[in-house]
């Protein structure tokens, strides 16, 4: 049966069920009772309207008759009925709680106060009622002793308590007046006694004064007179009690309570029904109607009653004189009843359940009415645990505030359970918990099964069915994120249930028996709708069990536990629709490609991005797969990268038959270059997708899942060889592709550096390389524009190792002239400068190779002047002197110093050391010639020569020689002292002993302010001797100068040293 309290979404407010409960509706006999009823309480309304309750009569009649659906007819038939019966007796219910602050009359300083109350009536007032001088006996003087109502009297006090209720009966609330007269009881007692209680001189004066009134007279303390039609229904005040005279004005105060009644009421059902059940009938009937009324207008009631309501039920407690706690049981009672059959917020049950619980005291009632009491309690639990079962239908989430609902629910069984008054009345206390959570498995149960039935396929095929276990699966993963997210909190909060736990633990197991009885229909040669379909099922199922680590504690596997192998025939089918995809994508890709960059900043075409697309979707399989197993997770890793490896070589085939299709449509050699460009740049992008495959594949967990059962070894070889492999390719193509480049560009560079090598152009150097320049520039700018960074970095070292060829073989061609050379030599370094780019071009450890490094010291020579050769010449040897370490020929000691001042050289030759013999004696004639070299920085400047010695290989010579030089000839290139050590030969040429270089940039004194003092303290510098070789490139350059006299003298002169050498290097 669908629940009445809780209307499932899509129940319009005020459509009826067949089968709702409709046990809140009367009959119509007992709904015209009641309606007698309530019309009586408004027609015999008493007291004066609170400012919160409707004044107007009319108005009230007006809303009952709606509340109660009474046409106009039924209406007037009621009313005069109930105009026709007699009146009720009025009756003011007076509570005389206690007093504070009254006078002390006796003489102890305190009083024994009691009161006397009654009405009357305006006929018992005396003409002089208003007069400034009370009466002091309005009470006894005035109401018939039978009417006076006497408290007891409170002992020595001045704050009695009494806390006693009277009924005073009137007829008419507009003459009659409440009076109350407070006393000072006295009773006869001895002077001694009284002196006894006597504390201070008011006390004695108290003495004197009772001594003169009668014996036994009672003192006056105060009284309180109102009128009745001032009272509201129900008063509870302090009033201040007024003076006889204005002796002692301040009389304290009396706190009253009031309430106006009835007695004896006409109608039907206060006659035959207990008070408390007539007025629990009104206030289930008119809070009906305020609920409906609520709904018509699509609100929620939040137990708010209308002001006409709330004043009706008002009136009706009151003059019935219900106690609160019985209009709080009677609230109850219809509240709860009304919950089971009209939608409102539960929350309204709250406050009963507060109020009965503060105020209960099981005596109160009769064994009726906890009977009544207990069978509320438990038919609300019923009803509760009945909603909660159904919680998904009856609070669905698309409906507002159906979590406040549902928390209410719960927050309204929780404390109802805690009641005193559930567990004394109710003996057999259920556990709520335990109630709730089996009912949540139940509903669970039928929901799913409901669920089921709803998804079934119309068609019953294997496909159709994969269809609809995946759409029942995401409807349960999608109840199971309800619960976590929204319900759970609100059962572990008030019951400490894990919903969640709950649900998904049973629906776990039905899921799992229901996709495992599906799948039996399933053989291992199933077609490829079906394995689609399957696979959804595989990823939906995947999602349920991984939701497993929200549920705290479960006792033994899940049913889902293993899931994974139910689907192993379909892996297979799996991947091979994931490599089919991701193929025919590449190709449609390739097929639309204009070989263009796709973006202002991007240098690819548009295929690589639908193939970094296509291997993302490849990746996400793998992720979607999660296969459990290590070994089978393996295999399948294998597969998955042998189809990326092979989508990525068809790529690269693809991509370049594709730039040839476009090069032969179009005939444009610039074109066909950048398309080339384009090429190159999408395969290093394809190589870059490749290398990040372990990372996006997680390799390194794979590794470390299959640890304990795949050898290292085995992994490295399948998995890393693949995709080595698959690189490796890559590379290659890759250079195929910026080969081909580079030949384009490797003839151009060629030809300009040809026809600049061939050229009589008498320009200067600069300005012959213009054109080369020109066309460099030019094209490495289109290359830096069109290719990725590293492809333009790799045709760059292509173009760089070709071109030094190029200017090698230019180089090598002897040619006399100087020009040529200075033209190959400004080429070289300008092209480097272009190739280097400031930094954004090649490294210069990769543009300073060796070749380069011999070129450019070639065509240094080569375009230098004979001159520059001649300095360079004796520099290089120098520089070999310094690097020698050995004295092979022996070594020649000497001193060198400058003398600034005078501009003169000054050398000491010492002695010479360990010379070869040279004459058949097995000695030599050893002398030492000194000169000055390079010859024409020093023309002036004569040869000198020591003496020979006769038989020596250690000569001492001893012997000082003066150069005039100026300091500056010193710093040249070259400069230096060549001192020649020759064996005398009487009959032939001398023979060459060795020759030693001391550099003039490096004498003592040379950069001093002042010239020593003296050659003594000038260190000793010993100079190994050296030979030179049979070969010298300089010599050879300055030989081929045949013009040139000058470099012609110089390399006869040092061929000639040569052959005085008489051992060779």
Request: aromatic fraction near 8%; charge should be negative; glycine fraction near 4%.
């Amino acid at each position: 049966m669908a629940a009445a309290g809780e209307t499932p979404a899509g129940t319009l407010p005020g459509d009826q069920s067949p089968d709702m409960d409709l046990s809140h509706r009367f009959s119509k006999q007992e709904l015209s009772l009641l309606y007698e009823e309530v019309l009586y309480t408004i027609q015999h309304r008493l007291g004066k309207p609170e400012h919160h309750h409707v004044a107007d009569s009319q108005e009230l009649y007006a809303y009952v008759q709606k509340a109660f659906g009474m046409d106009e007819k039924e209406h007037s038939v009621i009313m005069q009925r109930v105009k026709d019966m007699e009146s009720p007796i009025f009756c003011l219910k007076v509570t005389v709680k206690e007093a504070k602050g009254i006078l002390g009359k006796d003489v102890s300083g305190f009083s024994d106060p009691y009161c006397l109350l009654g009405i009357v009536a305006r006929s018992q007032e005396p003409a002089h009622l208003n007069h400034k001088r009370r009466m002091k006996a309005v009470v006894k003087d005035l109401i018939p002793e039978d009417q006076i109502h006497r408290t007891q009297v409170i002992s020595q006090t001045l704050s009695p308590v009494w806390d006693e209720t009277f009924f005073l009966e009137f007829e008419d609330t507009e003459t009659a007046s409440f009076h109350l007269d407070m006393w000072d009881s006295d009773a006869v007692e001895s002077v001694r006694h009284k002196l006894g209680e006597l504390t201070d001189l008011h006390g004695l004066k108290r003495i004197f004064k009772e001594a003169r009134k009668d014996k036994g007279k009672d003192d006056f303390l105060g009284n309180v007179v109102l009128r009745l039609k001032d009272l509201h229904c129900w008063n509870d005040h302090w009033y201040q009690l007024e003076p006889r005279t204005e002796t002692y004005p301040n009389r304290g105060q009396c706190h009253l309570q009031f309430l106006l009644t009835h007695k004896k009421r006409a109608t039907t059902c206060s006659r035959t029904q207990p008070s408390y059940t007539v007025h629990r009938h009104l206030l289930q009937q008119l809070v009906s109607y305020e609920i409906l009324q609520h709904q018509a207008g699509n609100l929620s009631w939040d137990g708010e009653l209308s002001k006409a309501a709330s004043t009706v039920l008002y009136l009706h407690a009151t003059q019935k004189d219900l106690s609160d706690f019985h209009q709080v049981m009677a609230q109850w009672l219809a509240y709860s009843k009304l919950y089971q059959s009209l939608e409102f917020n539960s929350s309204c049950l709250l406050h009963q359940i507060t109020s009965i619980e503060y105020q209960w005291v099981q005596e109160r009632l009769r064994s009726e009415q906890k009977a009544e009491l207990a069978e509320s309690f438990q038919s609300l639990l019923t009803y509760g645990v009945s909603l909660i079962r159904r919680y998904r239908i009856i609070f669905p989430l698309s409906v507002p505030r159906s979590t406040e609902r549902l928390q209410s629910l719960l927050r309204v069984m929780v404390q109802m359970c805690k009641m005193k008054a559930f567990h004394e009345l109710c003996t057999l206390s259920p556990d709520l918990p335990q109630m709730v959570s089996a009912a949540l498995k139940s509903g669970t149960k039928e929901w799913f099964h409901m669920k089921k039935q709803h998804l079934q396929p119309m068609v019953k095929s294997v496909e159709e069915n994969g269809k609809a276990l995946s759409r029942l699966l995401l409807e349960v993963i999608g109840d199971l994120q309800q619960c976590q997210k929204i319900w759970n909190k609100f059962f572990i909060n008030t019951l400490k249930l894990n919903l969640f736990s709950i649900a998904y633990l049973e629906l776990e197991r039905l899921i799992a028996e229901h996709v495992q009885e599906q799948l039996q229909e399933v053989d291992s040669s199933m077609s490829k709708p079906t394995a689609e379909s399957l696979f959804q099922l595989y990823m939906n199922l995947q999602e349920l069990y991984r939701m497993k680590d929200f549920v705290p504690e479960r006792d033994g596997p899940l049913a889902l536990s293993n899931f994974h192998q139910w689907f192993k025939e379909a892996v297979p089918q799996w991947l091979q629709k994931a490599y089919t995809i991701a193929l025919e994508r590449a190709q449609r890709a390739v097929q639309m490609d204009q070989l263009t960059p796709f973006g202002e900043h991007n240098k690819h075409s548009t295929s690589t991005v639908d193939l970094s697309t296509c291997y993302a979707q490849i990746v996400k399989t793998w992720q979607q797969l999660k296969w459990p197993d290590p070994e089978e997770a393996f295999m399948i890793m294998v597969k998955l990268v042998e189809d990326m490896c092979k989508i990525s070589l068809m790529y690269c085939r693809l991509i370049k038959e594709r730039a040839e299709a476009l090069s032969l449509r179009e005939q444009s050699e610039g074109g066909a270059a950048n398309r080339l460009c384009i090429v190159v740049n999408n395969i290093k992008q394809l190589r870059l997708l490749i290398l990040k495959l372990p990372s996006q594949l997680d390799w390194a967990q794979l590794e470390q899942r299959t640890g304990t059962i795949i050898d290292q070894q085995q992994i490295q070889h399948t998995l890393h060889t693949q995709l080595d492999s698959a690189v490796s390719c890559l590379d290659h193509e890759i250079r195929d592709v910026v080969q081909a480049l580079a030949t384009k560009l490797e003839k151009g560079i060629a030809r300009h550096i040809q026809e600049l090598s061939s050229s009589n152009d008498t320009r200067e150097p600069e300005d012959s390389i213009v054109p080369l320049m020109k066309f460099v520039e030019s094209e490495l700018q289109y290359l830096n524009e069109h290719l990725v960074q590293e492809n333009f970095k790799s045709i760059l070292a292509l173009l760089w190792h070709h071109t030094l060829d190029v200017l090698s073989a230019a180089a090598g061609q002897q040619v006399p002239s100087a020009q040529h050379y200075k033209k190959l030599h400004c080429a070289l370094k300008s092209l480097k400068d272009s190739f280097y780019a400031e930094g954004c071009g090649l490294p210069l450890e990769t543009l300073q190779t060796a070749a380069f490094l011999s070129l450019e010291t070639h065509l240094s020579l080569c375009s230098a002047t004979s001159r520059k050769l001649i300095q360079k010449y004796f520099s290089n040897r120098i520089q070999q002197q310094l690097d020698s370490n050995s004295e092979k020929y022996g070594a020649v000691t000497i001193k060198a110093l400058y003398c600034p001042s005078e501009q003169k050289l000054r050398v000491e030759v010492l002695n010479a050391v360990n010379l070869i013999p040279l004459d058949s004696n097995g000695s030599s004639d050893p002398f030492v010639q000194l000169t000055l070299e390079p010859r024409h920085e020093f023309p002036e400047v004569v040869a000198r020569t020591t003496q020979c010695k006769k038989n020596e290989l250690h000569p001492l010579f001893d012997e000082t020689f003066d150069f005039l030089i100026p300091p500056e000839k010193c710093r040249q290139e070259g400069a230096c002292l060549l001192l020649t050590v020759f064996d005398y030969d009487t009959l032939g040429a001398n023979d060459l002993e060795g020759e030693a270089f001391l550099p003039l940039c490096h004498l003592p004194g040379l950069d001093a302010e002042k010239d020593q003092a003296d050659m003594r303290q000038v260190p000793q510098t010993r100079l190994p001797l050296t030979h030179p070789k049979p070969t010298d490139e300089i010599l050879r350059l300055l030989e081929s100068r045949k013009g040139d006299r000058e470099a012609q003298t110089f390399a006869k002169l040092r061929k000639q040293r040569a052959k005085q050498s008489k051992e060779r290097e």
